[in-house]
């Protein structure tokens, strides 16, 4: 399975920080035991990658972008019809500009699922979205 993780859970995940740390730990081990490949765009690691440089952490920075280059994560790309997906999830749904770009550039590049811990995504029904229990 291919799936896409929301930038939050991979900051839990490899900054190991907040209350879901050990929830997102314990999906991501389960997820890479079972096969599955993740995957990510170049906004994801955008967004993982700015606590790391505000706090000026090279060895953070160093796990993120090591992270993004393990070769079972798929970068997918953020294409015109990403962004017009991503209008289009917006208009219906009211989502913000990044919820909406990151669901798009699942659903555009194939996706299975949507890895996140926001319960109001779960509003879109063109991918199966997963909210980390």
Same mark, same amino acid.
């Given at each position: 399975?291919?799936?896409y @993780?929301?930038?939050?859970?991979?900051i839990? !995940?490899?900054?190991?920080?907040?209350?879901? *740390?050990?929830?997102a730990?314990?999906?991501?081990?389960?997820?890479?035991?079972?096969?599955?490949? $993740?995957?990510?765009?170049?906004?994801?690691?955008? &967004? @993982?990658? $700015?606590?790391?440089?505000?706090? /000026?952490d090279? =060895?953070?920075? =160093?796990?993120?972008? =090591?992270f993004?280059?393990?070769?079972?994560?798929?970068? $997918?790309?953020? #294409?015109?019809?990403? !962004?017009?997906?991503a209008?289009?999830?917006r208009? %219906?749904l009211? !989502? /913000?500009?990044? +919820?909406?770009? *990151?669901?798009?550039?699942?659903? &555009?590049?194939? @996706? %299975?699922? !949507?890895?996140?811990?926001d #319960?109001?995504?779960?509003?879109? #029904? +063109?991918?199966?979205? &997963?909210?980390?229990?």
């Amino acid at each position: 399975m291919l799936i896409y @993780c929301d930038s939050v859970l991979l900051i839990y !995940f490899l900054d190991q920080v907040g209350p879901f *740390h050990l929830r997102a730990r314990s999906r991501m081990v389960a997820l890479q035991a079972a096969g599955d490949r $993740v995957a990510l765009s170049d906004l994801t690691r955008l &967004e @993982c990658r $700015v606590g790391a440089l505000k706090r /000026k952490d090279a =060895g953070a920075l =160093g796990v993120f972008d =090591g992270f993004f280059v393990q070769p079972d994560v798929q970068l $997918v790309p953020l #294409t015109a019809a990403v !962004f017009d997906r991503a209008a289009q999830l917006r208009a %219906d749904l009211n !989502f /913000k500009t990044p +919820d909406a770009l *990151h669901l798009a550039a699942a659903i &555009e590049s194939g @996706c %299975d699922r !949507f890895l996140t811990n926001d #319960t109001r995504l779960r509003r879109c #029904t +063109d991918i199966a979205i &997963e909210v980390l229990p």
